[in-house]
Each structure stands twice: as structure tokens, then as C-alpha cells.
């Protein structure tokens, strides 16, 4: 018994002498004072700098000139980095680019530059928010030097109306007709796609709905007839989608099939009660019989937007085909990061 005392005494000697050592050390910490806890950090995260307001496109009017805008997520790295540009939905009525934070820190977090795009909604019709879209894509390209992204590399992500925006894109890659603006000298290609619950075809919107849902989707005033043939006034007393069909498809993604397509990631909810499902059913099977790259996600239980969207594992869904599809920053010297003064 007496050896054994001896043993643990010398062991709880050691210990606290070990201790002490360590504390010494802290003592020399720029700071320091008795009893304050002493933390180490292995950093494994880059800050993101969000740059507001940004204005991408001017759209001047007989009386006035509109401002369109954009926010843009930068992780301040040197690396050349891939983007994405988050294009909102609304109904075609709204166009919030402040929406799904979550979703685009995610992405920011992943080492992309994201931007978030507001666009024409109704009032203004259809090819409006297209040349938007392009617009903000050209931007990108063109200031990609300031953002540290690498131009080869843009993606694009949308929900609901926004998906629809998204796809559009997707399916008029090396279709100039809707360039217009600034930076024409820029493409506006995109090299992936990811829609959200979006709409392919604008002509039947509810398809297998109820029949009451049926004559909403047929009024004149319904949303995607305002977009494509603009409010009753003067002499023209509205339409509904279908009163045009050639104009209803050429303003639908499913009405662009020529030509190779970028990759899409298209996901949906199988009780979404807005947009049909069967939209993005649509969109998958008329890309594979073209022999185009495309994933399709079905979320069980999902409706419009709920909060399925907003989870961990849909979320890094999305992410994770992102850096699959468009590859990971790349350890070329940029400017993004030059300002001495950006910890201030």
C-alpha cells in the first residue's frame, strides 16, 4: 500500500506539473489575465464578404431608366473560383433576390460566388426577365476578374418562377436573340443548371389538378397568361395561355429543344399543389430523349416551397451536384482577396 501511494502522488506530481507548464505558456499570451480560458482554433472556413446593390443592368424607359440589381456572396479567397446565380421566385409577380439565404450561404460556403439576381416580373412581359437573366450572366463574365470567378464556370439555380428562368437559360444556351444591353461581347451560356420546383411548359401549369384548379390556369388573368400576353387594355381584351399556343411554347423551356444542352439538376415535391410535378417529369424526359445530362429528384411529402426545401440534406443535394458538375475552386492567383484592409 505504501509503494502504491508513493506511485499515484508521483503521477498527480506529473500531471500538475504538465498543467503548469501549459498555463505558463498561456501566461505569455498577447492578453492574458488569471483565470481566462484559453482556446485553440484549427480554422477551417474562409470568410464571405457579401457585396449589396450591385446594379447589373440599366433598362431605360421613355421617362425613366430602371435599375436592376444584384447581392454577391464572395468568399475571400485567392482562389478562381465557379459561380452560381440564384434567380427567386414569385409567381412571375415578384422577383426577391434576398430569399433562400440558406441555400446560397450553403453554396458560398462550398467555395462559390453567389449571386442573387433580381428580374422583370409582370407587368413586363415575356422575353423580359430572359434578357435579364442573360444580362446578369453577361455581368458576371464581364467583372469576373473583380470576383474571383472563373467565367468558364457559371451555374444557375432557380425556384418555381424562378426555375422556370433558370431552365429558360439552360435551354437557349447559344441562342443570342435574347442578348440585349451591355456586355454583348460576353456569352451568356451557362455551364449548369439547377431548378427547383420549376415550370417547363407554360401551357398547363396545373396539369393533373383539380378541375377547379383547371379554370384558374385558363383565365386571362392568370399569372403566366399575364406574362406571355400582357393585361387586358384598349382594344385587346386579354387571353389566356393557350389562346396563343406558338407563343405559350416559345416562352416555355420544352419549346427550346435544338442544340446541346448544360447539365440540369431538376428537383420537385410530390405534393406541390402550385406547380404540377409532372412539370419537371416533363422537362427530365424530353432532355434524356435528347441524349442531354440531366438528374431528377423527386422529394416525397414535399409541397411548394415548404420547409423540405430548407433542409440540411436537400440543401447539400444541390451543393454536392454543384462541385460534381462545375468542379471546385482552383488555386490560381486572383484579386479577390488583394485589399489589405479587408479584416478591418
Request: aromatic residues 8%.
Amino acid at each position: 500500500m505504501k509503494y502504491c501511494h508513493v506511485f499515484l502522488m508521483g503521477g498527480l506530481f506529473m500531471i500538475s506539473a504538465t498543467t503548469g507548464a501549459i498555463a505558463s505558456e498561456k501566461h505569455h499570451l498577447p492578453g492574458y489575465a488569471q483565470g481566462a480560458e484559453v482556446v485553440q482554433i484549427n480554422p477551417t472556413r474562409n470568410q464571405i464578404d457579401n457585396i449589396g446593390d450591385v446594379v447589373y443592368e440599366q433598362v431605360k424607359g421613355t421617362r425613366s431608366v430602371r435599375q436592376l440589381h444584384m447581392s454577391v456572396l464572395v468568399p475571400r479567397t485567392d482562389e478562381l473560383k465557379p459561380a452560381i446565380i440564384y434567380f427567386p421566385g414569385g409567381g412571375f409577380m415578384t422577383a426577391d433576390r434576398d430569399k433562400f439565404i440558406e441555400m446560397r450561404m450553403a453554396l458560398a460556403g462550398a467555395g462559390f460566388v453567389v449571386a442573387a439576381a433580381e428580374y422583370r416580373a409582370i407587368p413586363d412581359i415575356f422575353p423580359a426577365p430572359v434578357v435579364d437573366a442573360k444580362a446578369a450572366v453577361r455581368y458576371l463574365r464581364q467583372h469576373a476578374k473583380e470576383y474571383g470567378i472563373d467565367p468558364k464556370r457559371i451555374g444557375i439555380l432557380g425556384d418555381s418562377s424562378g426555375g422556370w428562368l433558370a431552365q429558360m437559360l439552360g435551354m437557349t444556351n447559344g441562342d443570342t436573340s435574347f442578348d440585349k444591353g451591355d456586355f454583348l461581347n460576353q456569352s451568356s451560356d451557362v455551364q449548369a443548371v439547377t431548378t427547383l420546383y420549376g415550370i417547363s411548359d407554360l401551357r398547363d401549369i396545373g396539369e393533373g389538378f383539380s378541375e377547379t384548379t383547371q379554370k384558374v390556369h385558363q383565365s386571362p388573368a392568370v399569372t403566366e397568361a399575364l406574362l406571355v400576353n400582357g393585361p387586358a387594355f384598349r382594344d385587346f381584351a386579354g387571353a389566356s395561355i393557350t389562346a396563343s399556343p406558338e407563343k405559350a411554347l416559345n416562352a416555355s423551356p420544352v419549346g427550346h429543344l435544338n442544340g446541346p444542352k448544360p447539365p440540369f439538376l431538376i428537383m420537385h415535391g410530390s405534393k406541390d399543389t402550385v406547380v404540377s410535378p409532372e412539370q419537371s417529369a416533363k422537362l427530365y424526359k424530353v432532355l434524356k430523349t435528347a441524349g442531354d445530362r440531366a438528374d431528377y429528384v423527386i422529394i416525397e411529402g414535399a409541397e411548394h416551397g415548404d420547409k423540405y426545401w430548407y433542409q440540411t440534406s436537400v440543401i447539400s443535394r444541390v451543393v454536392d451536384w454543384f462541385k460534381q458538375t462545375l468542379g471546385s475552386p482552383e488555386k490560381t492567383k486572383s484579386q479577390s482577396a488583394a485589399d489589405p484592409d479587408a479584416n478591418l
